[in-house]
């Protein structure tokens, strides 16, 4: 694991605007601070733009669409993209609904985005692979979560995380492979919708997004291992995993972890 770049968050403190759902936004916040980034929740329109300017990196998460986030969410981001600003952009669910692929969409017609962080159902769609997915679940699919990743890199012209059992990152030319984790992480409302944040905040000090999307998902995975170690169920678990987030930078995670391979 690349402990420079969690040295330099919590030495940075990098502002994350996440304009995210309602059922995440304190868990992402406290998980962001955890990390030693500062967080913030701006989703009025008529802020977004003037608050993106001054953050370091901006998280979109359709997880709760309302009659204006679409709005909302390419002013931000059009305006991230003026300042130089890393964007995430989370597909929440975008399989459920036609409304929901529409915005995302529109979201990727208007806004340069330097990462896309999904579960392997919500990439599938993206790309018009056929996923049998429930709502935001990833379900199931033919295609490989590795080519899931490399095609969708290819498409939006970013990197593109896939995650599932093994997490798979692309930037279009290579693919990480990246082993660890734990399911409890799946009966935890808002693990996934972190993990965009956390890649935010990485992407902030590391302008390389393989790079920062690798550190990210590879302490995140190791620190839900030790989360569950620790827990005793889906109760306690959440705060085992901040706990865990907090000391990030005293773990060292063996590199075999991590398998790269080309396209």
């Keep these: 694991m690349r402990h420079e770049i969690w040295n330099e968050i919590r030495q940075q403190a990098p502002l994350i605007h996440n304009i995210t759902n309602t059922v995440?936004?304190?868990f992402s916040a406290n998980g962001l601070l955890a990390i030693g980034a500062s967080p913030v929740m701006a989703d009025a329109i008529e802020e977004v733009a003037e608050m993106t300017f001054v953050s370091d990196a901006l998280v979109l998460n359709i997880g709760t669409l309302g009659t204006m986030t679409e709005a909302t969410m390419i002013r931000a981001g059009q305006a991230a993209n003026e300042a130089g600003c890393p964007i995430i952009l989370d597909p929440v669910g975008v399989g459920a609904t036609s409304f929901r692929r529409d915005v995302v969409e529109r979201i990727l017609r208007h806004v340069?985005?330097?990462?896309?962080r999904g579960n392997a159902g919500e990439i599938a769609t993206l790309?018009?692979?056929?996923?049998?997915?429930?709502?935001?679940?990833a379900g199931d699919g033919a295609c490989e979560p590795r080519q899931l990743a490399l095609e969708a890199a290819k498409r939006y012209g970013c990197v593109v995380a896939v995650t599932g059992k093994e997490d798979m990152v692309s930037d279009g030319d290579v693919v990480m492979e990246i082993h660890g984790g734990t399911k409890r992480m799946t009966e935890t409302t808002g693990t996934g919708c972190l993990l965009s944040a956390v890649v935010g905040a990485c992407l902030a000090v590391e302008k390389n997004a393989l790079k920062a999307t690798v550190t990210a998902m590879s302490g995140y995975a190791y620190c839900g291992e030790l989360a569950s170690e620790r827990a005793e169920g889906p109760g306690d678990f959440p705060i085992h995993f901040l706990n865990a987030l907090h000391q990030l930078t005293q773990y060292t995670i063996p590199t075999n972890r991590i398998e790269v391979s080309t396209s």
């Design 112 to 116: 340069r985005v330097s990462v896309i």
């Design 127 to 137: 790309i018009g692979v056929d996923w049998a997915a429930r709502g935001v679940d």
């Design 24 to 26: 995440v936004a304190n």
